[in-house]
């Protein structure tokens, strides 16, 4: 899990050009909207778009991505289920 | 169309050291292919950085050269925002059919779609300026920013506007350089600046930039007084074209002081050139493609070095000839006013 939040992170800085920004500023609780990261609804589709590069998932239900984009503790817990199942 | 549109202000990002304002041109030296890239100013403080992240070159260029200019035009919010693009943003483009071939057209990045569109920049400009006024962008090939001008100058002229924000902005890539190169619009061999114009050789330099101009109704120093758009002439329609737009315009030959000419070294219109030069024996010429270099929207520059050239003086009324590749021809007419 640990390995694949830290990716996640490094992902997530590559996808979203988080310039001066390294994967040890994220902290894996933190909200990546609004406040943390400060992210958008643009950012919300380039993070969709990269779970179904990166890890082949694909989001269809949008509540169910507003759930899944909380933190990167919650996109790493639900990358891992997918993975399991 | 005749017109008195006053320039209360303009910004230029392009290959020469423009963006502080000063007109100081010079001769590049190019390295590995005949085409020059702008000069990019510090974006940091004037775009967000949570909004600078998402931005291409060309929007970033864009976006700050209009904001530049409403700066130096002390205001903040204008009447309209109106611009012309040859290509838009063509780096967003790219990567955006790369994506569709990569990934099979599925998992596609919003960002590059988004930005894509032509009217990007003036989304931006509005956004950030909060401007919710007449928004528009003209896509004509090397009639683009020129069709922004006219547009301009009629949102003036019937009083829909007091202050339009008129600008242009095309930016060159390396794959779209390779395309255009394989239909004859570059030089075969580096061919330099400073020998763009005795070059002899078909083709010309690829250049690039964003230039932008706070047009007003109000009276201020420089005024652009008309405009002549005319579509694939032959040499002898282009001289009738000119003597009728001097005539429109209530003005002699011999009263031009200063040629902007467009002169991109491209021996296939040369003969267009020396026909509108001819005609101005007595006026100094200045040549501004050896400078920006070919693009769509050159003839923003163009704009820009004449009204340059006003501010400096000595020359008081400036004709600006340019062509894009023999087919969009155009004559401006500025003046320096008498307030």
Redesign the interface.
Known sequence: MEALKLKLKQQIIEALNLQDTKPEDIDDNAPLFGEGLGLDSIDSLELMVLLERNYQIKVEDPREGRKILQSVQTMAEFITSKQVA | MKAKCYIRGCAAISPQESFAGHFAPQLLTLEGKSMMRVKEPDYSGFIP??SL??MSRVLKMGLVAALQCLRNSNTSVPGAIITGTGRGSLQDTEKFLHNIRD?AE??????PF?QSTYNSVNGLIALQQQCTEYNNTFVHRGFSFEHAVLDSMMQLAEGNATEVLTGAFDEMTDEHFYIKSRIGYWKNELTQPAELLDSNTTGSISGEGATFFLFSSKPSDICLEGIKMVYKPSGEELQQALQAFLSSQDIAAEEIDLLVSGRNGDTQYGHFYDGVEGEFSDARVFYFKPYCGEYDTAGAFGLWAAVKELEIGPAKTVLLYNNFYGEQHTFMLLRKAAI
Do not use: D, E, K
């Open positions: 950085p949570n992240r998402r990934y599925t998992a596609l990045n919003p960002t988004i």
